[in-house]
């Protein structure tokens, strides 16, 4: 596993200028990178499992997808959750693909708020499975870069709600992704929201738009930029709503010369 992305990395699809994104130009992709390591949905299966036991004496034995006792995350949730990623169309337009892992509802929405606001964080390293497995997808479909170093950038988030859910769990997320995908992928928690930010709860796409303006920066101290060819940039997310915080940190990071190649979240709302 340790090499996972690396060796994926020297095996590049034919260059296509096909535009859609349909069942049958996802087969095509899938196709022309069908050389990418073998057992990577068992691999990533293994790996989430074998994470979660070692939590099973402090963490209440509670499906977070719907409930049910005995199990942290029963076999009916864990199926609801794999899917291929879909492209979405959010209302601020964004100068990159953005995809998601699904849509924001049912098993989904219930493990990301038992992980955001309950503290369920035996959840990271499922969600870090599913991003993994989303990264690798989309590069077989060549909706992503051909380079040697993936990084993953986390989006921010306002220090207060971090304080208050004893951490960031979209960099948590990418952290366990990272790890299973081996060392040519990278975490670059490089974003901050400022404080005076309203929380986005319940605004509009337009008052989202103004919350956020000039209030995500790059994080003081930082000096290792991701910039250069053989690096692709992800700016990842939990949900996607509106877009207006994935535009604003992509200008953001374009003002310090680094490039994002593609926006990934959790859920599409």
Not at 178 to 195: D, I, K, P, W
């Amino acid at each position: 596993m340790a090499e996972l992305w690396s060796t994926a990395g020297r095996m590049r699809c034919g260059d296509s200028d096909e535009g859609g994104v349909g069942h049958a130009g996802r087969m095509q992709r899938t196709q022309r990178r069908s050389a990418t390591p073998g057992g990577i949905s068992s691999v990533f299966a293994a790996i989430a499992q074998t994470a979660m036991a070692t939590i099973d004496l402090v963490v209440p034995l509670r499906c977070a997808g719907c409930a049910v006792g005995g199990t942290r995350w029963c076999d009916r949730c864990a199926r609801a959750l794999l899917d291929d990623p879909v492209r979405l169309a959010p209302r601020v337009e964004l100068p990159v693909g953005a995809w998601a892992m699904g849509p924001y509802g049912g098993p989904r929405r219930s493990a990301l708020l038992e992980l955001k606001e309950h503290g369920r964080t035996d959840l990271t390293p499922m969600f870090g499975t599913l991003l993994a497995r989303g990264l690798v997808a989309l590069w077989r479909w060549c909706e992503l870069p051909d380079t040697t170093t993936l990084v993953l950038v986390p989006a921010p988030t306002r220090s207060v709600a971090a304080r208050r859910r004893g951490g960031d769990p979209v960099t948590a997320i990418a952290r366990s992704a990272a790890a299973q995908l081996g060392s040519s992928v990278r975490v670059a928690a490089l974003l901050r929201t400022s404080m005076w930010a309203r929380d986005s709860a319940g605004l509009s796409a337009h008052d989202r738009v103004l919350n956020l303006a000039g209030a995500v920066s790059v994080r003081r101290g930082v000096s290792d930029l991701p910039v250069g060819p053989d690096c692709a940039v992800v700016l990842i997310d939990d949900v996607l709503t509106t877009g207006a915080t994935a535009a604003e940190s992509i200008a953001t990071l374009r003002s310090v010369g680094v490039r994002v190649d593609a926006v990934v979240v959790l859920a599409g709302a």
